[in-house]
């Protein structure tokens, strides 16, 4: 019973800080801060998966959420026929040429014999295959990154719905999953962390340096909504009678209905992930989950196949993280490339998980929320304190200038005690895994 | 899961960024009730206890002694408490009651290290050299806690164990079972140990090393160390062996010298095959 | 004489580069791995270590230069070293005490601290940028080459130029220095000789009255100062960036493990494989292949393998392939 009361607990306390936020600062940032919060969450949730349930350790968190972003921009874009007839197929035929390669050096080295041969060979394969793939691969991407380089330049997406993007992107991110989850798990159960650190950052080069792919540095804006414009909203008389019923302008109605919108999908699709991670948890699989995590061995000489569950729980928590990112990116309607930072994107969510409680999907949850509300309102608190702390000293001084202007970068430290506390006195997290 | 939390690694095994083998020490000093019942050199005197304030006793009124110069021999059945019984006397168990004394002095109260720099040397069953060290550089860290010049004490060691020298610069992970053990004892001599405590110093080596390795413990003894030893081999250690101390179940079950213990017809039958 | 000017470009945009870097990975890789022998756990604050120290370096200098302090041709910041090195240790050391000894007597497993190396990387990253700001920081100053490209082709009468920076010149300099006084410190000193066997293995290093929390305490003093000398090696080599350093430890923690965690030799080894393989697969080869191949078979293309932004990828595909085929890494990572 008591469990339960400080649950409830400590989810209200996190709703209040919400709510005193819309009253004190703004409905706006409340908003702003719950919609993050809910795509923090799954985030998070996905990550618990890994890490709660199956002691993977992935820091690669940043490379599945940017696999989600890319999704969502080749979901929904409008299709680009041009780019297509100039070298779109020439570009896909390109990649296929470069997996053929791959899977054909692959399979020389287990099927050939043993010896210098096998080596000469494998390296003849790839050596060959990479210049046919440059040959086919570049005269493409020219040819389709000419192609109105202001606006377009790229092979453009699907023109679907974009909430179709989400499951994509959870897709896309699991395929991925897989390919690392194969080499690195499968090899040894060794080498993920290294790993997963290392492809986060090659995927989010691809994504910054393959302009034909999502334009690149040069970002995707004004990416399809699945709810209403604001402009539309207010030019609708319905619309502003019913604010205006409210006692709201117009602007600010429209404003705060579409972040309404955004919280009830994006809570919808929490709720489902969060009951599925619920049953999986309960599930005979879950518990074999928690078996192997808590003896590998014993669940091994049991016939377990350890590699496969880790494989298994390995995709499935990144599909998660794939999912909620292709959900910030509608909610940002861009995609740009530059913002994704493995301090924010991998490392953040970490410390969500950990804070809430690892192995505890309502544990996340909370993490999640309760750690984006502070990534937020670190800064302006820290500009108060700011304020307070250089309040005696005299208003040309170098060294107010620097403390009031350094405030920015004051959310790292903070993240960073956050986790260190937490670690040190409540080391199960807020809501611990029973 | 473990019970503490920073314990609990979440089955990881991942060995690209954490590394394994951290310390399993288990050191435990003191005792809730001093006993004192004999006189030796070395005495674990009368102990009771188990790893841990929780954990279940494994040794019952337990009494281990040798005396200066004598070699001293546990033997019995396997999971008796023999290894746990010198443990006992080296601070690494939860002493319930009973006391350990060295030379008079009650140490019982000392950590494993404090002990060493009292004059006691201990060689583990497992893990006892530093394998990527050359053999030379293992007897060096024997004699870390010398402040003084310990190129005589090298000598002997050396001496007692001549292909440890031709060996010197080699790793001690190279080495041969047999060589490893050498070492093994070499570290331990080093600090000029008074009384010399070795865990089934023969475990795993064959019967021709093992023989040498036996010749070798008693000219340590001759050179007026006191041994203690546990033995799986126990008609062979027996033999050597000045006292020896039968365990059962964590208690003493017989004790007399190594003859005595040889003719015993009881002993015999139970643990030396007949 | 195409041969010698082809040469001479490789050297010019490949080999010394090259050198440069993988002494600067180095440095940082030997931080990574004697932390990894000796506590235990990958540090993921070893970016921000490196960063912090250089920080310091770069205050330091700023502050010698509004003096007017130089070391005429060579760089002040070679003068500001010391006390980057001082700060850094006091930064590592506190951290230590503070947050790392706690986990280290409660036996806390090895993932538990890289998770609390995480918390430390936050901290660390959150305090230089609070300091610095997040943006680049020149503070190299003194003689800008060793030998200019203009003079080399005056010397030589050759096409193409050497230019060799002093920064290069110095890191090299300084890593051999650094390398070498680890070295003889490791295994030649009683007290360097006391962290292989407490890394060897720590139960015994205990029964041999060795302290643990002396050679904790004297490696966290080594991998700052190896931190800092990197760090600001780095810095004056290209410039100093808070973000940069952060993003290095994925090529340092690849030429940790490609070397063998744990292994010093490995680490340098690891440096400098990770090094040549990025600055080869990036460069553009065509002017190197246009001096050796005959005219009509010279390239149009840059023939550039990769472009520069996929360095990660090189180090990294290095990675995959090494642990592939060699999982404990070229030398066996098993002691420091």
């Known amino acids: 019973m008591t469990d339960t009361t400080k649950k409830i607990g400590l989810f209200a306390i996190v709703g209040l800080l919400i709510v005193l936020t819309g009253v004190i600062q703004s409905w706006n940032t409340a908003l702003q801060i719950l919609n993050m919060g809910l795509i923090s969450a799954i985030m998070a949730l996905g990550v618990n998966l890994q890490w709660g349930f199956a002691g993977l350790f992935n820091v690669g968190i940043m490379g599945f959420v940017a696999l989600g972003g890319l999704a969502t921009v080749l979901v929904s874009t409008d299709p680009l026929p041009e780019a297509w007839s100039a070298g779109g197929f020439r570009i896909l035929l390109a990649l296929v040429l470069g997996a053929a390669t791959v899977v054909a050096a692959v399979l020389s080295y287990a099927r050939l014999a043993k010896g210098k041969a096998r080596t000469l060979a494998m390296l003849a394969i790839l050596v060959v295959g990479f210049f046919l793939y440059r040959w086919v691969f570049d005269p493409a991407v020219e040819a389709v990154e000419a192609i109105n380089p202001a606006m377009a330049g790229n092979i453009g997406g699907l023109g679907l719905p974009v909430v179709l993007a989400w499951p994509v992107g959870g897709l896309l991110a699991a395929g991925v999953a897989w390919i690392i989850g194969k080499t690195a798990l499968g090899l040894r159960s060794d080498y993920l962390a290294i790993a997963t650190l290392g492809i986060a950052e090659i995927i989010i080069a691809v994504m910054k340096n393959e302009d034909w792919l999502a334009r690149g540095v040069k970002n995707v804006i004004g990416l399809p909504r699945p709810v209403p414009y604001e402009i539309d909203l207010q030019q609708s008389t319905a619309f502003v009678d019913r604010a205006t019923s409210f006692g709201l302008t117009a602007t600010t109605a429209s404003t705060l209905w579409v972040k309404l919108l955004y919280a009830g999908l994006f809570t919808v699709v929490l709720l489902i992930l969060l009951w599925m991670a619920q049953k999986a948890l309960h599930s005979p699989w879950g518990r074999m989950m928690r078996a192997i995590r808590d003896n590998e061995v014993a669940s091994e000489a049991m016939g377990k196949d350890v590699t496969r569950r880790h494989l298994q729980v390995f995709i499935l928590g990144s599909a998660v993280c794939g999912i909620a990112g292709a959900m910030m990116t509608t909610l940002d309607g861009q995609l740009t490339p530059g913002t994704y930072q493995p301090l924010r994107f991998t490392f953040l969510i970490w410390v969500m998980v950990i804070v809430g409680g690892s192995g505890n999907n309502l544990g996340a949850v909370l993490g999640g929320f309760l750690i984006w509300f502070l990534w937020v309102q670190v800064e302006p608190l820290g500009q108060a304190l700011m304020q307070v702390i250089t309040y005696g000293m005299a208003d040309d001084s170098a060294l107010k200038a620097h403390l009031l202007d350094s405030t920015a970068h004051m959310r790292l430290l903070t993240m960073g005690l956050v986790l260190l506390l937490v670690l040190r006195f409540s080391p199960r997290g807020l809501i611990p895994e029973k | 899961m473990s019970s503490n939390p920073y314990q609990d690694g979440r089955g990881n095994k991942d060995r690209t960024i954490t590394k394994s083998g951290g310390g399993t020490l288990n050191v435990d000093t003191g005792t809730e009730q001093d006993k004192h019942t004999g006189e030796a050199f070395l005495i674990g005197d009368s102990m009771t206890g188990g790893y841990g304030k929780t954990g279940p006793d494994i040794l019952h009124d337990c009494t281990i002694a040798v005396n200066k110069g004598e070699i001293a021999v546990i033997v019995g059945p396997n999971g008796a408490g023999k290894s746990t019984a010198m443990k006992a006397t080296f601070g690494m168990l939860h002493l319930r009651a009973g006391s350990v004394r060295l030379d008079g002095q009650d140490i019982t109260r000392l950590s494993p290290q404090a002990r060493v720099r009292q004059g006691m040397g201990f060689v583990p069953q497992t893990s006892n050299i530093f394998t990527s060290m050359t053999v030379q550089e293992n007897l060096e860290m024997g004699a870390f806690i010398r402040t003084d010049d310990f190129s005589d004490t090298l000598a002997q060691v050396y001496n007692l164990f001549p292909i440890l020298k031709d060996k010197r610069h080699q790793a001690a992970g190279e080495l041969s079972g047999g060589q490893r053990q050498q070492v093994a004892v070499g570290r331990a001599l080093m600090t000029q140990p008074k009384v010399l405590l070795l865990d089934e110093p023969t475990a795993g080596v064959s019967p021709i090393v093992m023989d040498e390795l036996f010749d070798r413990i008693i000219e340590v003894a001759r050179s007026g160390i006191s041994v203690l030893m546990v033995e799986q081999n126990a008609r062979q250690a027996l033999e050597i062996a000045d006292k020896g101390y039968v365990l059962v179940q964590g208690a003493n079950a017989h004790t007399g010298t190594g003859k005595e213990l040889l003719a015993d017809p009881e002993v015999r039958q139970s643990f030396l095959g007949g | ?336």
Request: glycine share 8%; charged share 15%.
């Open chain 3, 1 to 336: 004489m195409d041969f010698l000017n082809a040469i001479v470009a490789l050297s010019n945009f490949v080999l010394i580069p090259a050198i440069a870097y993988g002494s600067q990975l180095a440095l940082g890789a030997l931080g990574v791995t004697l932390i990894y022998g000796i506590l235990r756990f990958s540090n993921f604050a070893h970016g921000d270590t490196m960063a912090f120290g250089t920080m310091v370096v770069v205050l330091v200098t700023w502050w010698f230069q509004s003096m007017g302090l130089n070391l005429g041709p060579l760089p002040t910041a070679l003068l500001a070293l010391p006390f980057g090195i001082i700060a850094c240790s006091a930064l590592v050391i506190g951290t230590d005490k503070l947050v790392y000894k706690f986990y280290r007597e409660q036996k806390a497993k090895p993932v538990i601290l890289v998770i609390v190396s995480m918390g430390v990387m936050f901290i660390m990253n959150g305090l230089v940028r609070f300091i610095i700001g997040p943006n680049d920081q020149r503070f190299a100053d003194g003689e800008r080459f060793i030998i200019s490209a203009r003079d080399f082709k005056q010397m030589t009468g050759l096409q193409e130029g050497l230019a060799i920076k002093t920064t290069q010149g110095l890191t090299v300099i300084t890593a051999l220095i650094v390398v070498a006084l680890l070295f003889w410190f490791l295994n030649r000193t009683r007290t360097g000789k006391s962290m292989r066997a407490y890394s060897d293995n720590e139960d015994l290093a205990l029964l041999s009255g060795i302290n643990p929390e002396r050679v904790v305490l004297y490696t966290w003093l080594i991998v700052a100062a190896l931190a800092t000398v990197a760090g600001t090696l780095y810095g004056l080599d290209k410039t100093f960036k808070p973000f940069t350093y952060f993003q290095l430890l994925l090529p340092i923690f690849a030429s940790a493990i490609v070397g063998g965690l744990g292994s010093p030799l490995g680490a340098i080894t690891g440096g400098f494989v990770i090094a040549f393989s990025e600055v080869t697969i990036t460069y553009a080869w065509k002017k190197v292949l246009t001096y050796l191949l005959p005219e009509n078979l010279a390239p149009d293309g840059l023939v550039q393998l990769l472009s520069t932004d996929y360095k990660f990828a090189v180090s990294f595909a290095i990675l995959v392939i090494v642990l592939l085929f060699k999982p404990t890494g070229l030398f066996k990572g098993k002691s420091v």
